[in-house]
Structure formats: structure tokens, C-alpha cells
């Protein structure tokens, strides 16, 4: 089969809270892992996409003729031939298949072309001819507010609206401080681009093999704009190169199926990296307007907070960023009185949707930025103010909702306040590689300015808001010439973050197998739910955890009774040696107890949460992560040019289930982050992308990223699988906050927008400035929860 | 798609005269992007990257020929003496790039962000063209007419850029918003030419071509005669006049606003770049002669 391996064999002997290599390290080290992007398959055709060059435009006529006559050209496709539901969508179906009277952004698909090669399939593309009537475009998410804004959806401009109202929301406070916050739009950049292969099935079905974070949730929206039954619709993951939320929409897997399925071939897409940043959802951009109100002691008052993020076109995972950016505008801090507007709103920029980090990062910048203004509002050292005013279990957060599990927040502080700072060359001894400006010899460390900054943050694990939430995994355990072997088959999505590894590592530990094989992921098992919210450690590992004690409780029943009734068990069943003892009594060899095979299949669950209700009250999370980050910079004050020379990280973890991959995550989410404060953005002229390639689109290189000290936190989480938290966007939550404030300690200025630039620095360019906060637009309560169905 | 592969000089340039229509290629470092975007769709490539004769580096007395298919991984191996174009050779691209890349390219493609054409402008360099009709020598201010535009003939190859070493210290500096693997926002190159009592600055990426500075440079080599620092290295220039040199060299970009910076921060820079640039140029003369 044209796909990854299918089953990656674990080394022995590790279980869960060691550091066991990863099961998927040695492949991609060596090149040998296949990506989506290698899949192929004798005889397959390969896709191409035509898209919209407007933000917003009337469709006026197509003409696909001169491209259809083009020898190699099997298929062309637009929203006219499409069988069945023609929208699809994560939360709300709203996004067309392909666009029928309207396109509403700059990259949005039009029509789909299925070709011999992909050469002649870029020219099927580019002989389309599509007249389109430019419609007036909203490209400023302040503009979308305004009533004679056009609307770009059916629904109006407001996508969804948050308004969290706690305590006496008009309390006053002894010392106020007021900002103004801007975030650009960050790219997920992953380094494997989209790609998908789907092949038509003698049934009359498809197997789609596909690069996704979700497989299941993928397949319901596929099945019904194919008109399929979810049964003639089988997913299987290829190897995934890097997530960062941006998997979470659907991008050609639609469009590959309708090609493959109308052809009877096979159909390949694999987006080069300018499609593929027009072809996924983005981080969302955000304005923010902060009043942080304490007390001359320093103890917090009140938050009045108004975000407004730029959902582009479409609704995608939106009504959920919006949620956490609201509920967690006030930081890691009891707050006991707060009144929060948050508002997502449609424009014709490119949709945005999931991103590490998910509404928290954008909330992070703007109150740590608050509580280090407030400090010195106060005469008070930034790191005291926040211990003052620290979550911890049994706070009430502004929801009402109260922390009942572990919230060690003091602790994650106080950690990264003692992690080692950088150990200097002395002046002059530095390589210059080292110094702002890197390779570009400008400086001789002239003028060269250094800060530190901190900033904590907390964010939820897994879905929220009712969602229900859960995994399935089946695991079975046997034995071939080779001894016991354990197989685990989940739908669970490996990115890159080594779930695989873990999941290995938790059937050592459950069931005393060295052997663990892991079958591919795909739609033959139930949902596992999305590989995001840093949920899956918990999620999948939770319900390996329950296949495998309802594997060992088969394997005890069956020692049991082949030792029979009148064995005399001298206590509990245990797992030891490869033995079934009860007490000390061995009661067989597992070898020998396994002469057929023994499986269960299981599905996890976390505690249900709820929605908020019109004044944002509720129990929307399940549970929070902590996270510290200290950075230190140095900051070329001529050229405005930076050098980050240590980030330190602490994060909570609950139980730290692979050391070695919570530490490879903390630093991996620092790197984001940090491309966040100082190089990633989409820059948008009036809804086109201006930069879409790595050549200007820059992501930290090795002489951006500096080395980065880490620890964790270790305080179980009750009810949560060994006490584990998930550990995927926690240090990107608090690196672009931190650096930010270290960029701020080291000029002085005010940095009220990331990604700085070297204007800001040089000070050539001044804060960013707004006139005040947005409208709140009226519309009563939070929309309807997550419906991915 | 046809690509000729000529294995010498002579070969390749009987090509360029019977296909004009062929584009050279040498490390492909801009041509493949250029390919990959579907910017350009040449109907031919003559691969040069294979002619010994583009990869000789000849010194003969004060004279450097620097062949155009020398990639610069070599430059920085064989050529550390040369100091602005060795520190221009390191802040190209990534390793992979350097080993690729050539001179030759940067000049041929004549992106006023080519990393190498700032120090060749400082260096007064000559462009050596070949085509079947015989050799021509002309300066770089004469082939570099114009964005992306270059006086190649369309039967002619750059067959190396030669200078004449200049004696003094001299330097390269590029300002791009990453650490490296950036494409420069702005690049200066200064030369003291000791012989000539002249000190020379061009920048790169804030014009439309490469521009040299000329009122900076009467101002700096005058700055260096008024406090007797061409004669004592010692002396120094004062702090008033490095500034006035600073502000005249950001006087002499014409940069814009594009994605990658704005014309307000590439003018600041070339100031900043330039008085830095001469401080050193200065703190090097002083420097017992090795």
C-alpha cells in the first residue's frame, strides 16, 4: 500500500515516566518516514485547485472548456457538479465545497481539476476562465462592526459574541491601567504542506489516506458532500508533518474524494507551500482593549477586557477561540470582578480557526502585559504583583466556574523564577553569530541593550463547553513465534508530538509487555477525538489505559480458571515476570495463558463540562495547565534588531508520562511563540496574503532560537489518567508574552503589537493606537455550543 | 523544456549564440524559485555549472578574478584575505545555498538585494562578458542598469567579475528582520582605499540597483584628511563627523515600503550601518599591520 508504515514496533522496557526514545524518531531522522506528500498509488491522478484571486466577488460565469480539452485532463469540477451537501464546516456547515455565486476570500476554491500529471493539472487550473463582479470587501475587523458594513455572511458579521459579567462588574479599584493590544495573524507553517490520496473502492466507497488531526470528525464531513453513507467513507492517516491546529479544517479531502469517485482513479493532492498557506485557517488576529483596576496592596479588583478577533470568512473553530480568549482574558489571577466582551467577527481575510495555544495565546499577551503595566503603576516588582493575586484550587474563576483540580501556579512561578539564567561569554568573546542581527554582521554588540521578562498563563485541556468528549481504543494482546505482543488500535493522530510513544509506554505499563505494536490510525475503530486542545495524552492514553486493565481482567479470568476452583488464590492478580501471580503464587506463564488472543475495546470519557449562560457563567473547562516562561533578550537599540538569548520554561503537567517529550514540547512551543513576538505574520493587503512563502514569511531559525532550560510541574490531576495534564501549547501560551516583556524591560517602549518589528524597536514606529474600544454588538448571550455533527 | 550542457566555455557560448532564448544556470538558487512559482517558463537552460573556466579564482598582482560559477562556500575558503566579500559570501542563505550559489548568479539575476553586489560595487569591480564575437570588460555600474536588469547581451555569459584589491579595511552588513536565512532589508559594504585616500559605501536593497554614496564618501575621505587620520591612523574622526557621514549615506538610499520593511526603517539602517561600518574601518587602521 502506498501508505506509512502501517504498525510501529516499541522498544521494550519502558514504561510510563520514563524517557523512551521515540517509536517514529529513527524513520524520520533517516528520511524513511513517509508524509502525506509521499503518498502514491500506480496509476493515480493528481489534483489541482483554482481559487479566488478576489476577498469578496460575485461569480458571474465559468468556463472550464479550455481546460477540459487539454490531453491529460480527466475531470473538471466546480460547484455545479457537486452530488450532494454542498457546505462543510467544523462547528457550522458554512464553507462551500466549492464556491457557487459568491467568493468571500482571497484563496477560497472555485473549481477542482483532476489531471495525468500535476504539471497538467497546474495548466487545467490556469485555463479556467471565471468572470467574477468585485463586490466591496470587509478587510478590518473593527469595519465588519459597523452597521452598513457589507456582511460576509448569511448570518451577519458577528460570528459569535461572549459576554462573561462576575461580581460587581463596576467595582473600583485604588489604581486603574488601561491598554490597547494588537496580535497579527500567525501561519500553523507546518513543514509538511496538505496532502491527501483518495482512491475509489470496489464498493462504490472511497478510502481516503490523508494528513489530518482528526480522522472521524473529517469523515462526517466528507460523507454527506459526497453522498455517501459514513460506512462507504474509510479514512486512513499518512504520516503528518506537523499540525498546529492547522489540520483541523478540512482542506482537499473533499475535493479529492468527488475527483476520485468520479474518475474511478485514484486522486492525489499535495499543495506546494503558497497553496497550502491559502489552503488552511490561521491563527486569529486580534485587537484588545485591557482595564486592569487593583488595589494600592496589590490585590486585583477588576478586569474590564474587550477582544475582538478576526474570524475571516468563515466560522471554522472560531466560536470556540473566541471562548477561551474570553474566559481566560484575566489571566492566572482571582479575579473577583470582571466584565469581558469578546466578539469574533466575519471579514474577507483568509479564515482563521486553530492554532496552538487557541484564543489563550492572544488573551496572554494582553494580560501579562496588564499586570506588568500594573506594576509599575504600583511601585511593585511584576513577579510579587502576580504572586499576590495566584489561582489555586478552590479559586473562582471569572465563569463562577471553581478550580477543583490541581492549579499549582505558585509553584510553576516559583520554578521558573529558579531556573539558571544564561551563562555569558565575557564581553568580546561572544561569537557574533550571537549577537542581534546574527549573520549579518552589523553590530559589534554597539548599543546593545538586554531584558528580561516573565509571563505566566493558564489554558484549558480538551474540548469544552458540554462537548462530549471521547476516545476509543482497542487493544489486544497475543502471541507469535517472537513471545507476547500487545497491539493498540486507536483513530488517535500522531503530529509529531509523540503520542505513539506514549501510548506504547502506557501498555508496558498496564499489561508488562515489552512488545507494543501500534496498528495505523483510521476510521475501522471509533472516534478519538482530535489530536488538539492538548488533549490526546488524556484522551487516548485514558482509553488505552481502560483497554488494557479490561485486557489483563480477561487474562486473570482465564488463569483463574484454567488453575481452577479448587487453586486456593492467595490474594489479588498481578501482572509480574511475564506471570499471572495471585499473591506470591504464580498462577501461569502469559505466554502460555495466551493460545487465543485476548482484546477489548474501550472508549474514555472526561467529566462532562457546560456551557455559559448569558452573563458568561458556567463550568465550561475540565481542567487547567500552568505555564512560566522567563526570556531573556538582547536588543540592538540602533537597528531594532534582537537577539533572544535564554527562554526558561516551567509548565504543569500533572504527571510528566514521557520526560523527554514534555521537555521536546515546552521547547517546540517556545519556538512558536517566540515567532510570534518577533517574525511570524500573515501580512493581509486588503484581504490578499502578501508574504506567502518561507522566504518572507520567516519562521525562527537556529541563530533566532535560543537554548531553552525547562521543568515541570508535577501535581496530579485527579480523575485524569495518571494524573497527567497535556502538555502541547502551554509554552506557547506564555514565550510570545515573555519575550514580549523582555523586548519591553530592555527599551523601555511600549510593544503593544506582535510580531514586533524593528521600527518599534528603533523606535521609528510608535504603540499602535485605537480610538476606543470596539462596539459591543447586541447580540444576547453566546451562541450555541460545538456542534460537529 | 531543452537544457544544453556545454562542458566548456567555448561550447557554451557557440550555444548562447545558436539559442539565445536559453537561459544560463548555474546554482539555480533564484531560477529554481522563480521556476517552482511559475514566474518564469524558460523554453531552455545552457547548465554552465559544469565549465572549469567559470571556476578559476586568478590573482595576478593586485588583481583579483573571481570566476562566476565560484560558489560561495568557496569564497569564504579561498578567499579570507578579501574581508567585505568573505562576511557578504556568510550571510547568504543557509549552507546548502552557499555551496550552490555563485557570484555569477547574483549578478546575472541583478536583484539590487543580491548580497555580493554591494561589495563588488565598493571593490570599483569589472564584469568580464565572453560571447563567440570575443571579451568586453565593463564596470558594474555599467552592467547593473536597473532592476533585475543587466547589460548581458543576450549571446554573452558572465564569465567572472575582477577588481583591483584595494588597500585598507573594509566590511560587509546586511540588516534583515531574522537571524539569518533573510533576504536584506538593507546592505552596506564600505572600503578604505588607503592608496587613493578614498573611502567608498554602497548599499544594496534600498534602490532600485546597487547605489553607491558619493557625497558620504567625499565627506568621509575629507573627515579623514581634516583630522590627519589618512596620515596617523591615531587621530581618529570625531564623533560630529561619523554622525554627518550617516546621515549622509541614509541621504543617498531610495528605498521603499514592501513586505519585507519600510523605506523609514532601510534609510535608518544605512545611517546606522554606515557610521558603524566607518567606526570599525577606523578602529582597523589602527590595527599593526599583520
Avoid at chain 1, 104 to 122: K, L, M
Avoid at chain 1, 239 to 246: D, S
Avoid at chain 2, 41 to 59: K, M, N, Q, T, Y
Amino acid at each position: 500500500m502506498p501508505v506509512a508504515d502501517r504498525a510501529v514496533e516499541a522498544r521494550p522496557g519502558l514504561g510510563v515516566g520514563v524517557s523512551a526514545p521515540r517509536v517514529d524518531g529513527t524513520p524520520k531522522a533517516l528520511g524513511a518516514f513517509a508524509y502525506g506528500s509521499d503518498l502514491w498509488v500506480e496509476g493515480m491522478l493528481f489534483g489541482g485547485t483554482l481559487r479566488s484571486p478576489h476577498p469578496s466577488a460575485r461569480i458571474v460565469s465559468i468556463d472550464v472548456s479550455g481546460a477540459i480539452v487539454l490531453p491529460g485532463v480527466r475531470r473538471v469540477m466546480t460547484a455545479a457538479d457537486l452530488p450532494a451537501k454542498r457546505r462543510y464546516g467544523l462547528d457550522v456547515a458554512d464553507q462551500p465545497v466549492l464556491a457557487e455565486d459568491v467568493v468571500r476570500y482571497v484563496g477560497e476554491p472555485v473549481a477542482i481539476v483532476a489531471a495525468d500529471t500535476p504539471e497538467t493539472a497546474r495548466e487545467a487550473v490556469a485555463a479556467i476562465r471565471v468572470e467574477y463582479e468585485p463586490l466591496p470587501a470587509v478587510t478590518d475587523m473593527e469595519a465588519a462592526l459597523r452597521p452598513d458594513a457589507p456582511r460576509v455572511s448569511e448570518l451577519g458579521n458577528v460570528l459569535r459574541h461572549i459576554r462573561i459579567v462576575h461580581g460587581d462588574a463596576d467595582a473600583e479599584a485604588d489604581v486603574w491601567v488601561e491598554g490597547y493590544y494588537e496580535i497579527g495573524m500567525q501561519d500553523q507553517a507546518p513543514l509538511g504542506p496538505e496532502a491527501g490520496l483518495a482512491i475509489p473502492a470496489a464498493d462504490g466507497g472511497v478510502d481516503l489516506h490523508v494528513s489530518t488531526q482528526w480522522l472521524h470528525s473529517d469523515l462526517w464531513q466528507i460523507a454527506p458532500c459526497l453522498g455517501l453513507p459514513e460506512d462507504r467513507v474509510r479514512l486512513h492517516l499518512a504520516g503528518v508533518g506537523g499540525a498546529f491546529g492547522a489540520r483541523e479544517d478540512l482542506h482537499m479531502q473533499i475535493h479529492a474524494c468527488l475527483l476520485a469517485l468520479a474518475t474511478g482513479r485514484p486522486v492525489k493532492f499535495s499543495y506546494g507551500r503558497e497553496e497550502s498557506f491559502h489552503g488552511h485557517v490561521h491563527r486569529h488576529p486580534a485587537r484588545m482593549w485591557f482595564r486592569t483596576g487593583a488595589r494600592r496592596d496589590g490585590t486585583l479588583v477588576n478586569t474590564q477586557a474587550r477582544i475582538l478577533l478576526d474570524g475571516g470568512a468563515y466560522t471554522s473553530s472560531s466560536p470556540a477561540v473566541i471562548l477561551n480568549a474570553s474566559t481566560f482574558a484575566a489571566g492566572p489571577y482571582e479575579m473577583p470582578n470582571a466584565r469581558i466582551e469578546g466578539t469574533a467577527v466575519y471579514t474577507n481575510n483568509p479564515p482563521a480557526g486553530a492554532m496552538r495555544g487557541f484564543g489563550a495565546v492572544q488573551a496572554c499577551f494582553a494580560h501579562e502585559a496588564q499586570m506588568d503595566r500594573l506594576a509599575a503603576a504600583l511601585g511593585m516588582d511584576p513577579l510579587e504583583l502576580r504572586r499576590r493575586n495566584l489561582l489555586h484550587t478552590g479559586s473562582v474563576l471569572p465563569t463562577g466556574q471553581v478550580i477543583h483540580g490541581s492549579a499549582p501556579a505558585r509553584e510553576v512561578l516559583e520554578r521558573c523564577v529558579a531556573l539558571p539564567g544564561p551563562a555569558d561569554p565575557a564581553p568580546g568573546e561572544r561569537d557574533p553569530l550571537l549577537l542581534p542581527g546574527g549573520a549579518g554582521n552589523v553590530g559589534r554588540g554597539e548599543h546593545v541593550r538586554r531584558g528580561v521578562g516573565y509571563a505566566l498563563g493558564y489554558k484549558n485541556i480538551a474540548y469544552s463547553e458540554g462537548f462530549d468528549d471521547s476516545c476509543e481504543a482497542v487493544v489486544r494482546l497475543e502471541c507469535d513465534p517472537d513471545g507476547v505482543v500487545a497491539s493498540v488500535h486507536t483513530a488517535a493522530v500522531e503530529v509529531g508530538q509523540g503520542l505513539h510513544t506514549v501510548l506504547a509506554q502506557i501498555v508496558r505499563t498496564e499489561l508488562g509487555v515489552d512488545r507494543v505494536v501500534q496498528l495505523q490510525a483510521d476510521t475501522a475503530v471509533g472516534s478519538a477525538g482530535s489530536t488538539s486542545a492538548s488533549r490526546q495524552t488524556v484522551m487516548a492514553g485514558g482509553a488505552v489505559e481502560l483497554a488494557c486493565s479490561r485486557v489483563r481482567e480477561h487474562l486473570f479470568a482465564r488463569a483463574a480458571a484454567r488453575a481452577g476452583a479448587g487453586a486456593g488464590f492467595q490474594g489479588p492478580f498481578r501482572l509480574s515476570d511475564g506471570h499471572v501471580f495471585s499473591g506470591d503464587t504464580p498462577l501461569g506463564r502469559v505466554e502460555d495463558l495466551l493460545d487465543t488472543p485476548l482484546e477489548a475495546t474501550e472508549v474514555y470519557r472526561h467529566r462532562p463540562t457546560n456551557r455559559l449562560d448569558g452573563r458568561g457563567q458556567g463550568e465550561p473547562h475540565l481542567m487547567f495547565a500552568f505555564g512560566a516562561m522567563r526570556a531573556v533578550v538582547d536588543v540592538d537599540e540602533d537597528l531594532g534588531l534582537v537577539r533572544v538569548v535564554q527562554l526558561a520554561g516551567v509548565q504543569d503537567v500533572g504527571r510528566a508520562l514521557n520526560p523527554r517529550g514534555v521537555a521536546s514540547q515546552i521547547e517546540g512551543g517556545a519556538a512558536q511563540g517566540l515567532g510570534l513576538a518577533l517574525l511570524e505574520e500573515i501580512q493581509l493587503r486588503d484581504g490578499h496574503i502578501a508574504n506567502a512563502s518561507f522566504t518572507d514569511y520567516l519562521l525562527p531559525t537556529i541563530l533566532d532560537m535560543p537554548p531553552v532550560v525547562s521543568d515541570v510541574v508535577e501535581e496530579p490531576e485527579p480523575g485524569s489518567p495518571y494524573g497527567a495534564k497535556g502538555v502541547g501549547e502551554g509554552s506557547t501560551i506564555v514565550a510570545t508574552a515573555a519575550v514580549a516583556a523582555a523586548l519591553r524591560a530592555a527599551t523601555g517602549r511600549e510593544l503593544n503589537r506582535v510580531p514586533v518589528t524593528p521600527d518599534d524597536l528603533a523606535g521609528l514606529a510608535g504603540p499602535r493606537t485605537s480610538a476606543g474600544p470596539a462596539p459591543v454588538p447586541d447580540v444576547p448571550g453566546p451562541r450555541p455550543v460545538y456542534e460537529y455533527r | 523544456m531543452k537544457v544544453y550542457r556545454p562542458s566548456s566555455l567555448g561550447e557554451a557560448l557557440d550555444v548562447r549564440a545558436a539559442h539565445p532564448e536559453a537561459v544560463p544556470i548555474a546554482g539555480g538558487t533564484d531560477l529554481m524559485v522563480e521556476l517552482n512559482f511559475g514566474r518564469r517558463r524558460p523554453e531552455a537552460f545552457v547548465d554552465i555549472s559544469r565549465l572549469p573556466e567559470l571556476g578559476v579564482i586568478r590573482r595576478e598582482g593586485d588583481t583579483v578574478s573571481l570566476g562566476a560559477g565560484v560558489p560561495y562556500a568557496r569564497i569564504i575558503r579561498e578567499l579570507p584575505d578579501q574581508v567585505a566579500l568573505v562576511q557578504a559570501a556568510r550571510t547568504v542563505g543557509s549552507p546548502q545555498i552557499r555551496t550552490r550559489g555563485t557570484v555569477g548568479g547574483n549578478l546575472g539575476t541583478g536583484s539590487p538585494a543580491g548580497d555580493a553586489l554591494p561589495v563588488l560595487a565598493a571593490y570599483d569591480a569589472r564584469i568580464v562578458l565572453a560571447s563567440a564575437r570575443g571579451t568586453r570588460r565593463i564596470s558594474w555600474r555599467d552592467f547593473l542598469v536597473g532592476p533585475k536588469r543587466t547589460a548581458l547581451a543576450p549571446d554573452e555569459l558572465i564569465v567572472a567579475a575582477e577588481w583591483d584589491v584595494p588597500q585598507g579595511p573594509g566590511s560587509f552588513s546586511k540588516v534583515g528582520t531574522r537571524n539569518a536565512m533573510v533576504i536584506a532589508i538593507a546592505g552596506l559594504s564600505l572600503q578604505v582605499d588607503e592608496a587613493a585616500r578614498g573611502v567608498r559605501v554602497a548599499l544594496g536593497s534600498v534602490g532600485p540597483t546597487i547605489l553607491r554614496a558619493p557625497d558620504a564618501e567625499a565627506f568621509g575621505a575629507g573627515a579623514l584628511d581634516e583630522s590627519g587620520a589618512w596620515a596617523n591612523p591615531e587621530a581618529g574622526v570625531p564623533e560630529a563627523a561619523l554622525a554627518r557621514f550617516g546621515e549622509l549615506v541614509a541621504a543617498a538610499a531610495k528605498p521603499i515600503d514592501d513586505v519585507r520593511g519600510t523605506a523609514a526603517y532601510r534609510r535608518h539602517a544605512c545611517g546606522v550601518l554606515a557610521r558603524r561600518a566607518l567606526t570599525w574601518a577606523l578602529a582597523d587602521r589602527r590595527l599593526p599591520a599583520s
